[in-house]
Structures are given as structure tokens and as C-alpha cells.
């Protein structure tokens, strides 16, 4: 079973902090994405990676840095945490490549950050 | 980029009747539609995909539809069970381009 987990299922912090997100897979995925979701708003994309060092930004990167050191570990960064980031963080982990028949996406519980 | 709407946001339905839920996208370049359910606590899971050269595929009591045509696709879930209550997202994707595009999310009740 492929298995996708976050560091941490609620977290608390303050406006100005930096947070710290972690997600980690163990398939050997080379393709990891950090979301946020929202009532009504659906899974935006706020970044992915598809290999070590690697990162392209998505829907909604604005306020967010991501880090992928290691191939099964992607983090996500918010350098000044705002009250607008409250939210629920997915991650998620995926094997596809050009000649993969397989596209589908593992994720991860997901962390509730609340900024207060 | 892509656009992906989904209706109803909330749909109510007496176990074992039958549940339809509706998306549109909005690039003709998609070729990738996954249907992910969302139970309570836990992260999206997918349940069935298809790609554009199908217009229909079923697994059990599911089965997705898609109109190439008219850039819509959709979700029947028949003989709804208690354990259908959950939130089920649409998604599209131009394949090559790796990332998903999700619709906004349908919360399905299926009441005893």
C-alpha cells in the first residue's frame, strides 16, 4: 500500500510565524504536490515537484516556498504565516511519468492549519 | 489554464436510489478525468478515471460518462449505500502536463 504521511493533523500557530509542513511517501513516487482545500473552493495547487530539487508553481503560490531535498520528502513553507492560510494542506504523491500509464494521485490525511 | 466546474455542491438521496454528479472543463486539450472520494478524516481517494478515447467505463455500482463534445463528464453511483456518504471531486488533466485541476467538491448524504 502506498502510504503518504503529513507531520502533523492540526496545527496552531501565530500570524508572522514560518511554518513548516512535511509530507513524506515511501513508493519511490517521483512527482509530489502540496494543496489546499477550501469549503467551495475545492484542491488548489499550490506547488509540485517531479523530481529531487525540482518545483514549479501551481494555481496559488503566492506566500508559499516548498523544498524537495529528497526524493520521498516535500515540504511546504509558509515564511510569514497570515490569517488568509488558514486552511486544510494535502499532500500527495504521484509515479507518473511521460511513458506511465498511471496518473493517479496518493494522498496524505491532510494537516487543519489554523493562523491566529 | 483548465477550469473545471462541479454541480450539485450537496446532493441528498435515499439509500439505494441513484446519485449523478455533473462537471465541466473548460480546455478541449484534457484527456484525463478522475473521479477522487473524500471520506470524513481522511485524503481524497481515487475511485475511477477515464480518458478521452472512452466515452463510458463502470466498476460495480459506478460508472463515469464523457462528453468530449461538450466538455462535460459525470458520476453515477447507482444503489447508493450509507458508505457512499462522502465528498467526491472531478478532475481533469492534459495528461502530459502531470497536475490535476480540481471542480469544487460535491458532499453526497445518502440517508437510511
Known amino acids: 500500500d502506498v502510504k503518504v504521511t503529513q507531520s502533523s493533523r492540526y496545527l496552531v500557530k501565530r500570524t508572522g510565524e514560518k511554518v513548516f509542513l512535511e509530507c513524506v511517501q515511501d513508493?519511490?513516487?517521483?512527482?509530489m504536490f502540496w494543496y489546499r482545500q477550501d469549503p467551495g473552493l475545492g484542491l488548489r495547487l499550490i506547488y509540485f515537484?517531479?523530481?529531487?530539487?525540482?518545483?514549479e508553481k501551481g494555481d496559488i503560490p503566492e506566500g508559499y516556498s516548498v523544498s524537495r531535498e529528497k526524493k520521498e520528502r516535500f515540504s511546504l513553507i509558509l515564511e510569514s504565516a497570515s490569517t488568509n492560510q488558514t486552511s486544510m494542506y494535502l499532500c500527495a504523491s504521484s509515479p507518473w511519468t511521460s511513458g506511465s500509464k498511471s496518473y493517479e494521485q496518493y494522498f496524505g490525511p491532510g494537516t487543519r492549519l489554523t493562523v491566529t | 489554464g483548465e477550469n473545471v466546474e462541479q454541480h450539485p455542491s450537496t446532493l441528498s438521496v435515499q439509500e439505494g436510489d441513484s446519485a449523478v454528479i455533473k462537471c465541466t472543463y473548460s480546455?478541449?486539450?484534457?484527456?484525463?478525468f478522475p473521479w477522487y472520494k473524500q471520506e470524513l478524516g481522511k485524503g481524497p481517494q481515487l475511485i475511477i478515471d477515464?480518458?478521452?478515447?472512452?466515452g463510458e467505463k463502470k466498476d460495480q455500482r459506478i460508472a463515469v460518462t464523457l462528453n468530449k463534445t461538450a466538455k462535460h463528464f459525470s458520476l453515477h453511483i447507482t444503489e447508493t449505500q450509507p458508505e457512499d456518504s462522502a465528498v467526491y471531486f472531478c478532475?481533469?488533466?492534459?495528461?502530459?502536463?502531470?497536475?490535476?485541476?480540481f471542480g469544487s467538491g460535491t458532499q453526497l448524504t445518502v440517508l437510511p
Open positions: 513508493m519511490d513516487h517521483e512527482n
Open positions: 478532475a481533469a488533466s492534459t495528461g502530459s502536463a502531470r497536475q490535476l485541476t
Open positions: 480546455d478541449s486539450a484534457s484527456n484525463y
Open positions: 477515464i480518458r478521452s478515447n472512452v
Open positions: 515537484s517531479y523530481d529531487v530539487k525540482m518545483k
